[in-house]
C-alpha cells in the first residue's frame, strides 16, 4: 500500500478515522496496522465499530507490558511486516507506544513518518507520553500539529517550517462527524442518571500507579460525589489500586466499564462538569463547552485552557474547584481554538497526497 496507518490504542482510533477517510477520497491505496497495545472489546472494536473504521490489515496482538518489553514487541513485529511490503508512507497517531515503535521502525527502513499530533509538549519527562512525543518529533518527516502552539514549540526545536502543518485536530473531526449521534436523554435513561451529574475518567501512571497516591485521589473523588453524582468509566490501568483503596464505597460514585465512543462523549456533553487526567477529553470539553477540570500538574494541550473549558486542578483542591464550577454559569467566553472545523482529515489527506505526488 502508498500508506500505512499504525494505531493501537483507544486514543489513536477517533484521530485515525478522518484522515484514513480522507485519504480514500484521494484514491490512495491504504493499510491500517492494529498493534493491539489495547485489545480489550470496550478499548478497541467498539471504536471500529462506531466511527466505520476499516478492519485492521493485521492486528500484532502484542497486548500489554512494560514500556520496553511492548515497544519492543511492536518493533519487532512491525518491521517484519515493513521490509516485507514497505509502504511509501507511515502515518502514526499521538503519544502512544505504539506510536513510538512504528516511528523508529519505518524511520530506520528509509520509509517516511508522518505525526498527526505533533508538536504537543508537557514539558514533564516524567509523563512516558512526552518522552515519545519528544523522539516521535524528532524523526518524523510530516509534522502535523493541533494547535497554533505546537508548531511553533518544533520550529524551536529546530524543525524545519516546511515539514510542519498546523492543520486542526482530527480527534474533533471526529466528534462534529457524529454530534447528531450524542443523546443525552437516551445516555441518562440509559445509565438512570439523574439531570446532574459530574463524569469522571482516570488513568495516569502519575494518578492511578502508586497505593499512597489511589488513596488521595480517592479521598478527592469521594469529596465530589458529597456534592454531585459521578459516573466514572474507568480505564483498566490502576483500577484494581483504586478499588483496594476504596473507590466502590460511595453511593454517589459510580464506576462502570469504559463506554464506547458515542456513549461516552454523549454522557460529557449532558454532563455538568469533567474531572479526567485524559489528553483527548481535554479536546472534547472544550468543543462541547462542558467545564473541564483535569487532575495534572500540566497540560501539552494548554490552548484547552486559554481558548477553553479546562482548569488544572489538584487532588487537595479538586472538592473545593468543583463546588465553584457547579455554582457558576456555563462558560459563556469559551472559543473554538483555530481550526478545530472539522477539517483537519482533509488537510493531513491533501499534504500528504501532494508528498506522494498526486
Ligand atoms: C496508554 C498510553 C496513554 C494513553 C492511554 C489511553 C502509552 C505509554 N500510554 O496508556 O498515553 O493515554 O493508553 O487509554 O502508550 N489494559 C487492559 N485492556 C486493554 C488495554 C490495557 O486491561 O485493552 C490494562 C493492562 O493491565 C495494561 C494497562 O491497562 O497493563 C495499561 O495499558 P497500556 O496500553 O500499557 O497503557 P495505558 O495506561 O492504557
Ligand atoms: N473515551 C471513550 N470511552 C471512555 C473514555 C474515553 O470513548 O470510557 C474516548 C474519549 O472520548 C476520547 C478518547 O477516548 O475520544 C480519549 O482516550 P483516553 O482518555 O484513553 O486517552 P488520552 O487522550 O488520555 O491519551
Known sequence: AA????AGARPNFPKAAPVIRALDRF????????????YDERMSDVFFR??????PDINLGVGSGSHASQTAAIMTHLEELLVADPPELTVIYGDVNSALAAALVA?????????????????DRSMPEEVNRIVVDRVSDLLFATSPDAAVHLGNEGIAADRIYLVGNPMIDTLLDNLDRFDIAGIRAALALPDRYIVATLHRPANVDDPVDAN?????????????????PLHPRGRSHLENAGLLSHRALRV?????????????????AVVTDSGGVQEETT???????????NTERPITITHGTNRLVSRAALAEVVASTLKAERPATWRTPPLWDGKAGERIAEVIAGELGL
Open 287 to 297: 468543543m462541547l463547552g462542558v467545564p473541564c477540570l483535569t487532575l495534572r500538574p
Open 256 to 272: 462502570v466499564e469504559p463506554l464506547g465512543y458515542i456513549e461516552f462523549v454523549s454522557l460529557v456533553r449532558g454532563a455538568a
Open 3 to 6: 500508506v500505512l496507518h499504525v
Open 50 to 55: 462506531q466511527l466505520g473504521l476499516r478492519e
Open 216 to 232: 488521595d485521589l480517592v479521598k478527592a473523588m469521594h469529596s465530589v460525589a458529597d456534592q454531585i453524582p459521578v459516573i466514572l
Open 107 to 123: 524511520t530506520k527502513l528509509h520509509i517516511p513518518v508522518a505525526h498527526v499530533e505533533a508538536g504537543l509538549r508537557s514539558f
Open 27 to 38: 484514491g490512495i491505496r491504504q493499510r491500517l496496522i492494529h498493534t493491539g497495545q489495547h
